[in-house]
């Protein structure tokens, strides 16, 4: 059998047309992203940004920026001013009063209510010698101090009164969601914060700690603890109240994807340390050293400068100092690291498709002329 290609001079416009669209579809077919700056520019109208990291501006770009892709924007609760634990039922106070400051020695039945210690009864009360029973419910030490002085000022001159709570039992706040030992958490006068509580619990990968929920007073409450961990946002650690109940979900996006001329798939980030760029290129076996342009390696993200596009950071890893660049350079969730092939590799894919096999030249032979037919 013989083919009758069109030879050069045979071919019309529309067939060269044809061609043309032929291998620009082939190439379309193959995942790319320009590397030089002239054909970058161009992206700009598509929101597309590109950054091309250096030793210059490594440090803006060090801890990532990135936009929440949540339905729920985050609301913590406000701290109180100033923290103050109030006494409740089931707490045990220890109560000193010293009367010969001379000697420093306590009275002889105060000491013996501070051998024993005072547990708060579930009416909030204490029995106290010469006092009685005394309301402490819902009070602060201070002020039960202020109170135990005054009334023993009919017993014992310029009495010097010591209140604290020797065991704390009355207030508890409530972990549930995936954390290693979910529960109550008791609360003490000494403020514990929210990263302290899950710290007690514990949470691993799988703990979506950028999206904890805080339930207080019926009021509901979203907390992103990893904004303050990684950032120190202000506001996303906020004071763990009695009563709180915190639920911490299994985590869905806090993970980056990887395409390209390297090994594609979904990599979990870690929740404790942050993640460099190094580390994932050398947990998928680093860049395919044949097919990919080491000038482009580019990370994909959306930031709150660009909610509708992508800031896509570029780096060059012809030159080996890229490599600390990149292990500086920290991935937030949802990032798509992104290898583009080589301009080598893309001319040897394009001409593979056309020219191979057999039947792809008798196609393109049987479309070019029809095409050139009809018009």
């Keep these: 059998m013989q083919l009758n290609f069109l ?16 291998m620009l579809s082939a190439c379309a077919a193959q995942m790319r992203f320009p590397v030089g700056e002239e054909a970058q520019e ?8 590109v950054i091309r990291v250096t030793t210059d501006n490594i440090a803006q770009y060090r801890s990532p920026n990135f936009r929440i892709n949540r339905a729920i924007k985050p609301n913590p609760p406000a701290d109180p001013s100033p923290y103050t634990y109030r006494i409740g039922a089931g707490d045990v106070l220890s109560i000193m009063v010293w009367a010969d400051p001379e000697r420093t020695q ?9 051998d024993r210690g005072l547990v708060v009864n579930e009416a909030g009360q204490i029995f106290f ?5 005394l309301t402490v419910s819902g009070r602060s030490t201070a002020q039960v101090r202020a109170d135990l002085t005054d009334r023993l000022r009919n017993f014992i001159a310029d009495p010097q009164v010591e209140v604290a709570i020797s065991s704390f039992n009355a207030h508890q706040a409530t972990v549930t969601g995936v954390v290693g030992s979910p529960g109550p958490v008791t609360l003490t006068n ?18 979506d700690i950028g999206q904890v929920t805080l339930r207080r007073r019926g009021s509901v409450h ?12 202000p506001g996303q650690n906020p004071i763990i109240l009695p009563g709180d109940v915190i639920h911490v979900s299994r985590m869905q996006d806090n993970k980056i994807f990887t395409f390209g001329e390297i090994s594609t798939g979904e990599i979990p980030l870690k929740t404790d340390v942050p993640t460099s760029l190094t580390e994932v ?6 860049i395919d050293r044949i097919r990919a342009d080491s000038r482009g390696i580019f990370v994909f993200r959306r930031t709150p400068q660009s909610p509708d596009g992508f800031d896509v950071f570029q780096f060059n890893l012809q030159s080996a100092s890229t490599l600390v660049l990149a292990t500086d350079f920290k991935l937030a969730p949802l990032d798509i690291i992104f290898v583009t092939n080589d301009p080598i590799t893309r001319w040897n894919d394009t001409v593979g498709s056309l020219v191979t096999p057999f039947s792809g030249l008798l196609s393109l032979q049987r479309l070019a002329t029809r095409l050139a037919d009809e018009l």
């Design 190 to 207: 000494i403020p514990k914060r929210l990263l302290d509580v899950l710290n007690l619990a514990g949470f691993s990968d799988e703990s």
């Design 42 to 49: 161009r992206l700009v109208a598509q929101n597309i940004n």
């Design 106 to 114: 306590p009275a002889s039945g105060a000491g013996n209510a501070a």
């Design 222 to 233: 979203t907390v992103n603890l990893r904004a303050f961990i990684e950032n120190g946002t």
């Design 129 to 133: 010698p010469f006092v009685g029973g």
């Design 7 to 22: 030879k050069p001079r045979q071919m019309t416009a529309p067939s060269l047309l044809l061609v043309a669209v032929l």
């Design 281 to 286: 290129l050398a947990q998928v076996g680093g």
